[in-house]
């Protein structure tokens, strides 16, 4: 592959930064002073730019309006105490956004388009990396089709943006959520694995339902016979029974979730015993009720650890022990911060520094 073009950079005539309160940030509210983008012209990726963020002139009739010809990734980048800006692992959000795009008919996103967007974006808006303990820069990569025809075929023409905003400390009261019985968010054969648009508008509407009635989020079951939990949300959702750390195995219907991958690569690195297997409802239901399910949780970027307080099912709510005595969950979450931020030796090469 042909190196790409230098990227040309645009500055901002007038930073916002003096007008936003870094103590009080509300996600995907306020976005940096820049956005990068890159156009496919059906062979080449031409026209890489770093320019004041504003809205995109597309076509009416492009796919990515009619047919969620779309993908998109989401990473932090943290500030540690010395002033670098450190990115949590990537490389894993560059594999996971080509998987995505595979499946989407769309163009690979070069390595070098990838990486050297992200280093002169957050290059230039640097002082939006925000200072506060537990606040961060959340970088939100994605690639749509740009076409403007309207007939269902694999698009010719896409394009490939950078935005980033920064996010305050996630203060996450433990969660009630609700196993789902009739909606389904993936099936086998589908495109779960993905982080494609497509995947994400239909789940509103059942986790709005499940509002209504008082929880905070779904866990989702397979689509067949809603017999096993897979994710809740959008996090991976993991259970300690018995000692152990189960969650489901990754798959067509499951993201591979990258705080996922990180939590089990500390556990193992901590003798915790790890199953990545089906589970059952029946079988958190039972632990549950036996008292042997001691911590349940979802895992994402977004919160890195949201403890669930209740599991909703069939109309009946199951409570778990209290939050203070999870000593698995409590303990990942530090460390994974303790990494982010440069408080602790970085042992598995997980930060990518600027
Ligand atoms: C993004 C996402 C996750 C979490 O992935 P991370 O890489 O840990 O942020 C889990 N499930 C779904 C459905 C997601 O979209």
């Given amino acids: 592959m042909l190196d790409t073009q230098p990227i040309q950079v645009e500055k901002a005539t007038e930073s916002k930064i003096s007008k936003v309160d870094f103590s009080n940030i509300q996600f995907g509210k306020i976005y940096s002073d820049h956005q990068f983008s890159i156009s496919y012209d059906g062979e080449n990726w031409i026209k890489p730019i770093i320019n004041a963020y504003k809205p995109l002139q597309i076509s009416p009739a492009s796919p990515a309006l009619h047919y969620g010809i779309s993908i998109f990734e989401g990473l932090k980048a943290y500030k540690h105490e010395d002033g670098t800006v450190a990115v949590f692992r990537p490389d894993m959000n560059f594999e996971r956004m080509n998987l995505s795009a595979k499946r989407m008919c769309m163009p690979q996103i070069p390595e070098d388009v990838y990486y050297n967007s992200l280093n002169a974006l957050l290059d230039i808006d640097r002082q939006w990396v925000p200072v506060n303990p537990g606040t961060s820069l959340y970088i939100r990569p994605f690639l749509f089709s740009d076409d403007d025809f309207i007939g269902i075929r694999p698009s010719q023409r896409f394009k490939y943006m950078v935005i980033t905003c920064p996010v305050g400390a996630y203060y996450s009261k433990p969660v009630r959520v609700k196993i789902e019985t009739h909606f389904v968010r993936a099936v086998e054969g589908g495109s779960g694995y993905c982080k494609t648009g497509c995947n994400y508008g239909p789940a509103i509407y059942p986790a709005r339902l499940a509002q209504e009635e008082g929880y905070d989020q779904l866990i989702w079951t397979d689509g067949k016979y809603h017999k096993y939990v897979e994710e809740s949300g959008t996090m991976n959702l993991m259970f300690i029974i018995d000692g152990k750390l189960i969650t489901a195995a990754l798959g067509d219907t499951i993201l591979n979730g990258i705080t996922r ?27 549950i009720e036996t008292g042997r399910m001691q911590e349940a949780f979802g895992a994402g970027t977004a919160a890195t650890i949201a403890q669930i307080a209740t599991i909703g ?13 999870r000593d698995f969950s409590n303990r990942v979450l530090r460390m994974l911060d303790d990494i982010r931020y440069g408080r602790t030796e970085d042992k598995f090469g997980w930060l990518h520094t600027l």
């Fill in 261 to 287: 991958d990180s939590v089990l690569t500390l556990a193992k690195d901590w003798g915790v015993e790890v199953e990545e297997r089906k589970v059952e409802v029946a079988e958190v239901v039972d632990a």
């Fill in 313 to 325: 099912y069939n109309g009946k709510d199951y409570d778990l022990p209290p939050v203070e005595g």
